[in-house]
């Protein structure tokens, strides 16, 4: 559809142009012998910091590839921040929230513990990849940061300043997540869903004891909570995020 | 949190009170071995015509089970007109796409096939009892219909009146679905979303000649299609659908 490459790769080392960019054994791996780049081949990479840019491969080794920074494909430019805290689910479902979270532009990944959250371990590495992946295949110029799980309380009580945390509440008590996106003031924000058991009541009464809370609800059906995150990741994007402006 | 039985099956038999109803042996099997419901246990039962109605388990043999019909617990009720058309993708994703379409709220599921399709199979059998699973656990009051697969231009030419399409658009030509969505009028609806190579020219200037058809877009990054998918539906429910109500 355009002259832009298609192989496109996130890297932690910096991108200007003329420079030199050494890819390590799975990178190498990857762009040699999965996508089977012949030398000459262009790739696009981002690092998060320096924008989008198009590289070519100069050379490879057994183990490595060295590409060649040649020029800039777009500009590093703002992104919605908006977290995600989760309650860890079974494994299956979490690396989809991880995927589909980082499609839908979520700036953090916080999982957070709760009363009923069956988990107790989460493989923060495993979402990082995976997270990686999804930034890569979805044109993204950032790679949504992975927190360190934490109890829920603990998170909250960190809480900084000026940003709003949208809960799904499961018990009927919020509005309609429409209603109260539309009225949101812009700026930093979060959006918070419990365990497939729903939060307990203390829980459910600390979060909305604060005054940077709101509850909001998703219609009428019982929803698995993976979907329940996708569906208010989207809500939030289309009416308080990035989805509001025309493509260019 | 509340008395009504956990336990919940979709039935095809008619649902009064004091009538019975015989369980055949799949979820017979599913009741007394899986679930292992004892003599007397509560189950919700609907079949998408009578509403929901607790049941109480009377006998039950080797490969059947009876239930006498009690008491409503909830009339059936007038659900969101909304249909997905959908290209069909590998079975993960499309068993994804049943499930999550389910929950949220879609009437029916019209698998299409478009000039990029990879797929030329559909397993409507199996989308059906992925959507039946997931109507019982949401607590849906029906089962969305699983249409048989057809080409996209033939699904177009039998179009019903007065039944909006909206197609989402990755070349960039939609405008906002939030911005649409608050805009379209309240009536009979249809999301389009195309495979994960897009659609091809002719199939996209195809549907927008159509005076039923509006192009959305869903922001700047790429979506893989099960994703585009969830998030439109989201923002249908949230905006024009029956998540605009606060829950009871």
Redesign the interface.
């Known amino acids: 559809?355009d002259d832009s490459p298609k192989l496109r790769l996130f890297i932690e080392a910096p991108l200007a142009e003329g420079g030199t960019v050494t890819l390590g054994a799975e990178q190498a791996h990857y762009l040699l012998h999965v996508m089977r780049a012949p030398a000459g081949a262009q790739v696009a990479l981002f690092n998060g910091r320096d924008g989008e840019w198009q590289a070519r491969l100069a050379d490879s080794g057994k183990r490595s590839a060295g590409l060649v920074v040649e020029r800039c494909l777009r500009p590093q430019a703002a992104e919605p921040d908006l977290w995600l805290l989760f309650a860890p689910v079974k494994r299956q479902r979490i690396d989809?929230i991880a995927e589909?979270a980082t499609?839908?532009?979520v700036s953090a990944l916080q999982p957070v513990f709760t009363r009923r959250t069956a988990m107790t371990r989460v493989n923060e590495q495993r979402l990082r990849a995976i997270a990686i992946e999804a930034a890569e295949?979805?044109?993204?110029l950032t790679v949504p940061e992975i927190r360190p799980s934490r109890a829920l309380d603990m998170v909250l009580a960190d809480w900084p300043a000026g940003r709003r945390l949208f809960m799904l509440d499961e018990?009927?008590?919020?509005?309609?997540?429409?209603?109260v996106l539309s009225r949101a003031e812009r700026g930093p924000a979060a959006m918070l869903v419990g365990p497939e058991g729903?939060f307990a009541k203390s829980e459910l009464d600390a979060v909305l004891s604060l005054a940077f809370a709101r509850p909001v609800?998703?219609?009428?059906?019982?929803?698995?909570a993976d979907?329940a995150v996708?569906?208010?990741l989207?809500?939030f994007?289309?009416?308080c995020?990035?989805?509001?402006?025309?493509?260019?």
């Open positions: 559809m989809f589909k499609e839908l532009g295949q979805s044109e993204r018990t009927g008590g919020g509005r309609p997540i429409a209603e729903g609800g998703l219609g009428p059906r019982i929803l698995r979907t996708l569906a208010a989207a809500c994007q289309a009416l995020g990035d989805w509001r402006h025309p493509a260019e």
